[in-house]
């Protein structure tokens, strides 16, 4: 027989109505933040992809691989935004080529 093993469940205080409000709060939204979480506002929300370390070098080697012919490899994991990070990348390489 296999070894029994006890399970301990931590379950946090309800401090809000409705379910969709308590799951945010249990994943560290905090209540005045809720609009902003769940109506992003892209102007507001986002960032220049440019303040990624190493960037323009990214891109100039990108360009680089592609002027010379060489392959390019895209790499994703399977959750929903590697995919759909993946597709977009792929998607947009494909443009820039033809």
Same mark, same amino acid.
């Given at each position: 027989m296999g070894s029994y093993v006890? !399970?301990?469940? /931590?379950? !946090?205080p309800r401090t809000?109505? @409705? %379910? #969709?409000?308590?799951?945010? %709060? /249990? &994943? #560290?939204v905090a209540p005045d933040s809720f609009d902003k979480f769940l109506y992003p506002d892209w102007d507001r929300d986002? $960032? @220049?992809? *440019? #303040?990624f370390t190493n960037m323009k *070098? *990214?891109? !100039? &080697?990108?360009?680089? *691989?592609?002027e010379t012919g060489q392959k390019i490899v895209i790499?994703?994991? $399977?959750?929903a935004d590697g995919v759909c990070g993946s597709t977009v990348l792929f998607t947009t390489l494909r443009e820039i080529c033809e």
């Open positions: 006890s !399970k301990v469940w /931590n379950i !946090k809000e109505e @409705s %379910v #969709g409000r308590q799951m945010l %709060v /249990n &994943r #560290g986002t $960032y @220049s992809p *440019a #303040g *070098a *990214a891109v !100039k &080697r990108i360009f680089w *691989a592609l790499h994703g994991d $399977y959750d």
